[in-house]
């Protein structure tokens, strides 16, 4: 997990050790580690590399520790979005931040009213799972999106991932150090994360971090 656990400094730009900028250094190709934390991370991992709970376990921490209510208008709430390819994969993420915010008591104060696909909670965020219709989004006020498994949503046809992205960053545009964390296996060379990974991967871009681990993280 100290991959992880440096991906996590990455995203939220808290210093490294020694250590842990060698292992920056290596899955981001830079030298330097964020001045400040980016707004767009792409992260490519390998099969059962944790993926899904470390995502979790970052869509509770932005949902619980932050004050987003000075940027919302009266009766507005900030939204927490896992979004997949369907439901049953968007699910699987879910069960993992209700497990997490069920596990710590004080998180679980917080849960105002839960649903099968929504939790609220007592600071103005909904967590929500929807799946990668870029329908689904318009008219949210967006703190963070987790696309999960993105590499493998379509890249064509009536909903493509790029649709998805362009209709997501309007709604983060609201809420400064708002994130959008796209997370997958590698799938093919073609897609939003092959595009990021292409233009992005290696450089030194304020806004958008590429992070290529080894399939072991």
């Not at 979004?83 to 917080?110: C, E, T």
């Amino acid at each position: 997990w100290a991959s992880w656990l440096t991906w996590l400094k990455c995203v939220f730009a808290i210093p490294m050790t020694a250590d842990e900028l060698a292992i920056y250094q290596q899955c981001t190709g830079r030298t330097e580690q964020p001045g400040k934390p980016p707004s767009e991370i792409f992260t490519v991992v390998g099969r059962r590399g944790g993926k899904s709970f470390i995502s979790s376990l970052t869509a509770c921490f932005i949902a619980c520790f932050s004050d987003f209510k000075r940027y919302l208008n009266a009766g507005e709430r900030a939204a927490i979005l896992i979004l997949a390819r369907d439901r049953d994969q968007a699910k699987i993420v879910f069960n993992y931040v209700s497990g997490i915010l069920h596990a710590v008591p004080p998180l679980a104060a917080m849960i105002a009213v839960e649903r099968a696909d929504e939790i609220e909670l007592d600071n103005d965020v909904i967590i929500m799972v929807k799946t990668s219709d870029y329908r689904a989004i318009r008219g949210l006020t967006v703190a963070a999106a987790v696309l999960d498994e993105v590499a493998f949503w379509d890249s064509e046809g009536t909903s493509p991932d790029r649709e998805v992205l362009t209709a997501l960053r309007p709604a983060t545009s609201t809420i400064p150090g708002a994130k959008l964390i796209a997370i997958s296996t590698p799938y093919s060379q073609v897609g939003a994360l092959y595009e990021a990974h292409r233009d992005h991967y290696g450089k030194d871009d304020e806004h958008i971090l590429v992070w290529q681990a080894d399939t072991r993280a």
